[in-house]
Nanobody, 118 residues
Framework: QVQLVESGGGLVQAGGSLRLSCVYS????????MGWFRQAPGKEREFVAA???????SYASPLKGRFTISRDNVKSEVYLQMNSLKPEDTAVYYC????????????WGQGTQVTVSS
């Protein structure tokens, strides 16, 4: 079984930065594709960024350039560096894992709150 635990959220002023971390435990991390999603109050959960087991990355278009996803296969961790934060980035951020060859993300963390004040 895979478990994901996020950390690093908090309150930051607009223009600031945060780095989210997600610790993975369970099956071989290096074979899993990882993603970050977010859900703002009253809105649907949306895709933020993903990193495949190969290291290739993808981003939601509006966030590209401000957010950077990375992974450390030795530590079994995935990160989301968020820069130039805006109040509209306020949301609960979730880490998710997807086995290679599968479409759906099967495993989710509990989420970490990010609040950006104006």
């Amino acid at each position: 079984q895979v478990q994901l635990v996020e950390s690093g959220g908090g309150l930051v002023q607009a223009g600031g930065s945060l780095r989210l971390s997600c610790v993975y435990s369970g099956r071989t991390f290096s074979t899993y594709n990882m993603g970050w999603f977010r859900q703002a109050p009253g809105k649907e959960r949306e895709f933020v960024a993903a990193i495949r087991w190969t290291g290739s990355t993808s981003y939601a278009s509006p966030l590209k350039g401000r957010f950077t996803i990375s992974r450390d296969n030795v530590k079994s961790e995935v990160y989301l560096q968020m820069n130039s934060l805006k109040p509209e980035d306020t949301a609960v951020y979730y880490c998710a894992a997807r086995a290679e060859g599968y479409v759906q993300y099967d495993y989710w963390g509990q989420g970490t709150q990010v609040t950006v004040s104006s």
